[in-house]
């Protein structure tokens, strides 16, 4: 989030596009009904089902899944069509408008239409609302990344605020709501396979970095690998682990994986569940860390699983980062129960048989402070650094004076400090960044510009036209010693930059000088790393709409994508919608989290939704004499096949079926119930609707398409 929950009450209009934060944020929703009722800001929903969110709105659009890029590049066109862009804002502060400009241009709210589904009346109606509500807060969730262009569709978001000049203001920004309640922590930390903690990437400069802060040889980190390639090599990724098992479609590994572990995940979150199932069978070792069996515990059947059971987050304190990257710190509320050990000792155990405690814990004798201490002076990227345990826990202890709109503490022990420092806070003494980008103020209040990061100049090699990345003359925080752009900061201590120089002088220094460690620049609609560099539509792989695929086809096929082979172009066939004609998707409700393992193991919840269900449109229904609660058959085209209760709302239009994916402990048609440990069988199981999230995985990130495949319904 570039601002925070809180900042959303100063919007003059909301839109939400693929989030239903009435059920998987529901406590964000006091911030966004105070908005509508105080500021009488519209709240556009965006979304292929009439939402609870949708029910609180002033507009809702419906839209085609997997279309968002679409919409926005209409939006966009419409908003430059009729002179609405922030002229200023983009002159000043925007790289790669010209170029984006065109690209919208094709866009009209016609071909809009045709794409999304949505009138080319509402596209222009909707453009206009954005452009006299200004500023507007724009929030995205998983109905925005969960498609093959996921990453295309989410820069068209930032796009969009960028032309209406709603970056780094109060009320506006893209504020993306996180899911657990420590996934920007995780994230921060970067507990993923193409990057070292902190955003800091994979690259011998961030190992040597790290291995600085950890006070631990380099030469013996490399000696960890097998060869020193395979330390700058991504790794698999969460979502298709289970290749590196089956061996079907080509890997680039030495050998195949042999053993996992999954540490708090509940396995039934993976698309293509059935083969994650045959993958689980063929593991030599698999260890669920968890304090409920997950539906991987159940579906396991050969002999290979260990079950940890650990300690829930009440059982255990340590500082924890929320969706508005403000850091707060978790107090222990019991003593872990029935012999769990937590977390950290499980950790602990384990690294102690691995043979390297010693450097493991070379800097942390108190744990947790001592672990937040340690990631803060490395995390410099983005500013961990000025939150230690001792400031987080005297922010907890004050919340009460800190105000509820600003976040800034009024008076007290923490005058002047906004709530949890949320990031960056680079030094002791800052107060913490409430809103990203905000040049109104000074760096050292909570300001910040935008960051340099890829070169000073960009060079269009075609016309030999170059553009200036740095801001323009004259913009730039208060107090600041150059009135304009500049680069980042390096080479206060020779040799360093202000990311790598652990001293913090360089830091420092940019602040002594009121200006930014990492330089003050442009925001760019120009990735020329990616492949769309401009982003665009492309139709979801498996698309209702064949005829659009000569037009917006997908991407060739790319190898080694995370170590897997990833189809694009191949998988995309014209006529698998004879076969499946319906859209796929899938979401939340909001009395289950995730996989389910915990909430179905609730006996309260379990109650209110015990069963699991697919949402079907009454006319579907009706010309197919299906009736509502009566069992149906939904297959994938990659032969998953579950029996679910068909739930007739109108909720969804009559192309489309929507599941929630909290279910598990059924394996198409077949009951796991007695797979799991005895007397610790959740109260309520169902089948997974991962079992049908088709095939699609996005060009960046590898997230799962899950909420645009094909289906097709029966009868049970
Ligand atoms: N109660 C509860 N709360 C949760 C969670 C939970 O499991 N239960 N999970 C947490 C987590 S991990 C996360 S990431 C968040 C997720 O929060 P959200 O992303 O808000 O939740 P979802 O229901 O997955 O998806 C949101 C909406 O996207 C819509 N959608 C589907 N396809 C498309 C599309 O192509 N375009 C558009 N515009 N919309 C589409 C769906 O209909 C759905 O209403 O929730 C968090 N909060
Ligand atoms: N079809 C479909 N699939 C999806 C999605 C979708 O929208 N549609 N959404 C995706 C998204 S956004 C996400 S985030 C994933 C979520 O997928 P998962 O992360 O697999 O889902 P959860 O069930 O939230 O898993 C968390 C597990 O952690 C355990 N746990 C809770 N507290 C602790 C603790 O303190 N320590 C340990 N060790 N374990 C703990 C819980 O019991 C639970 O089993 O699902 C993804 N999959
Ligand atoms: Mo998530």
Same mark, same amino acid.
């Given at each position: 989030m570039t601002n925070s929950l809180n900042d959303m009450r100063h919007a003059k209009s909301l839109i939400f596009i693929g989030s239903n934060a009435a059920e998987a944020h529901p406590i964000s929703m006091q911030h966004i009904l105070h908005a509508k009722e105080v500021n009488n800001a519209p709240i556009i929903v965006v979304d292929p089902r009439f939402t609870k969110l949708a029910a609180k709105a002033?507009?809702?659009?419906?839209?085609?899944?997997?279309?968002?890029?679409?919409?926005?590049?209409?939006?966009?066109?419409?908003?430059?069509?009729?002179?609405?862009?922030?002229?200023e804002f983009i002159e000043t502060r925007v790289a790669g408008y010209e170029e984006m400009a065109v690209v919208a241009a094709d866009y009209t709210p016609e071909a809009v239409e045709e794409i999304t589904g949505i009138p080319a009346s509402e596209t222009v109606r909707i453009a206009k609302i954005l452009a006299t509500n200004r500023p507007t807060s724009l929030t995205w969730c998983m109905g925005g990344t969960q498609h093959h262009i996921g990453s295309s569709i989410t820069r068209t978001f930032c796009i969009l605020q960028l032309v209406l000049g709603n970056m780094g203001k109060s009320g506006g920004g893209t504020n993306i709501f996180r899911g657990h309640d420590n996934v920007?922590?995780?994230?921060?930390?970067?507990?993923?396979?193409?990057?070292?903690?902190?955003?800091?990437?994979?690259?011998?400069?961030?190992?040597?970095?790290?291995?600085?802060?950890?006070?631990?040889?380099?030469?013996?980190?490399?000696?960890?690998?097998?060869?020193?390639?395979?330390?700058?090599?991504?790794?698999?990724?969460?979502?298709?682990?289970?290749?590196?098992?089956?061996?079907?479609?080509?890997?680039e590994q030495y050998t195949p994986l042999k053993a996992v572990i999954q540490w708090g995940c509940g396995s039934n979150s993976n698309s293509q569940y059935h083969r994650v199932k045959r993958a689980l069978d063929m593991l030599d070792l698999y260890v669920i860390i968890d304090p409920f069996p997950t539906m991987a515990a159940a579906a396991c059947e050969s002999?290979?699983?260990?079950? #940890?059971?650990?300690?829930?987050?009440?059982? =255990?304190? *340590?500082?924890?980062?929320? /969706?508005?990257?403000? +850091?707060?710190?978790?107090?222990?509320?019991?003593?872990?129960?029935?012999?769990?050990?937590?977390?950290?000792?499980?950790?602990?155990?384990?690294?102690k048989r691995l043979g390297f405690a010693d450097k493991f814990y070379k800097n942390i004798?108190?744990?947790?402070?001592?672990?937040? #201490?340690?990631?803060?002076?490395?995390?410099? =990227?983005? *500013?961990?650094?000025?939150? /230690?345990?001792?400031? +987080?826990?005297?922010?907890?202890?004050?919340?009460?004076?800190?105000?509820?709109?600003?976040?800034?503490?009024?008076?007290?022990?923490?005058?002047?400090?906004?709530?949890g420092m949320p990031w960056p806070c680079w030094t002791t003494e800052h107060p913490g960044t409430p809103i990203l980008y905000d040049i109104s103020k000074e760096v050292t209040k909570g300001g910040l510009p935008f960051r340099n990061r890829f070169g000073l100049e960009k060079k269009y090699d075609?016309?030999?036209?170059?553009?200036?990345?740095?801001?323009?003359?004259?913009?730039?925080?208060?107090?600041?010693?150059?009135?304009?752009?500049?680069?980042?900061?390096?080479?206060?201590?020779?040799?360093?930059?202000?990311?790598?120089?652990?001293?913090?002088?360089?830091?420092?220094?940019?602040?002594?000088?009121?200006?930014?460690p990492f330089g003050n620049a442009r925001a760019r609609c120009v990735v020329w790393t990616f492949p769309d560099q401009v982003p665009i539509h492309r139709e979801p792989l498996h698309t209702p709409r064949p005829d659009l695929i000569e037009k917006y086809p997908t991407y060739e096929d790319k190898p080694n994508h995370y170590r897997v082979h990833t189809r694009y172009k191949s998988e995309q066939k014209p006529d698998l919608v004879k076969e499946f004609p319906l859209v796929l998707t899938t979401g939340r409700m909001v009395e289950h989290m995730g996989g389910g393992a915990e909430t179905r193991s609730n006996k309260y919840l379990s109650e209110l939704q015990p069963e699991m269900y697919a949402e079907v449109n009454p006319m579907l229904a009706n010309n197919m004499g299906i009736r509502d609660g009566e069992e149906i058959w939904i297959e994938s085209p990659?032969?998953?096949?579950?029996?679910?209760?068909?739930?007739?709302t109108e909720r969804v239009d009559e192309k489309t079926i929507?599941?929630?994916?909290?279910?598990?402990?059924?394996?198409?048609?077949?009951?796991?119930?007695?797979?799991?440990?005895?007397?610790?069988?959740?109260?309520?199981?169902?089948?997974?609707?991962?079992?049908?999230?088709?095939?699609?995985?996005?060009?960046?990130?590898?997230?799962?398409?899950?909420?645009?495949?094909?289906?097709?319904?029966?009868k049970a």
């Open positions: 002033s507009d809702f659009v419906r839209i085609r899944p997997g279309t968002d890029a679409a919409f926005m590049l209409g939006l966009i066109n419409v908003i430059i069509q009729n002179g609405w862009q922030d002229k920007q922590g995780a994230t921060d930390m970067c507990v993923l396979s193409h990057s070292l903690p902190a955003y800091y990437g994979l690259s011998d400069g961030s190992w040597k970095h790290w291995c600085r802060v950890w006070d631990v040889d380099y030469d013996w980190m490399v000696s960890r690998f097998k060869e020193k390639k395979w330390m700058n090599a991504k790794g698999f990724t969460l979502s298709r682990w289970y290749e590196g098992v089956l061996q079907e479609e080509k890997i002999d290979n699983v260990y079950l #940890l059971p650990c300690s829930s987050q009440y059982e =255990t304190s *340590g500082s924890v980062t929320s /969706t508005s990257r403000q +850091i707060q710190w978790r107090h222990k509320i019991v003593d872990p129960i029935a012999g769990c050990k937590d977390d950290y000792e499980i950790m602990a155990e384990l690294v004798k108190q744990v947790p402070e001592d672990i937040t #201490l340690e990631l803060g002076r490395g995390s410099l =990227t983005i *500013g961990y650094n000025g939150q /230690t345990p001792d400031r +987080i826990k005297k922010h907890m202890a004050n919340w009460h004076t800190f105000d509820i709109e600003t976040l800034q503490a009024k008076g007290g022990p923490c005058d002047g400090e906004y709530y075609s016309s030999g036209r170059t553009e200036n990345q740095l801001a323009a003359v004259g913009v730039a925080n208060p107090g600041c010693e150059v009135q304009g752009g500049y680069p980042e900061f390096k080479d206060v201590v020779p040799g360093t930059n202000w990311k790598t120089d652990l001293s913090q002088k360089t830091l420092k220094e940019a602040l002594r000088r009121g200006m930014a990659e032969g998953g096949k579950i029996r679910v209760k068909a739930k007739l929507f599941m929630p994916y909290h279910f598990g402990g059924v394996l198409m048609g077949r009951s796991l119930a007695g797979n799991y440990p005895k007397g610790h069988e959740p109260y309520v199981i169902g089948e997974a609707a991962n079992v049908c999230t088709n095939y699609g995985y996005d060009i960046i990130t590898q997230i799962q398409a899950t909420k645009d495949g094909l289906c097709k319904v029966s």
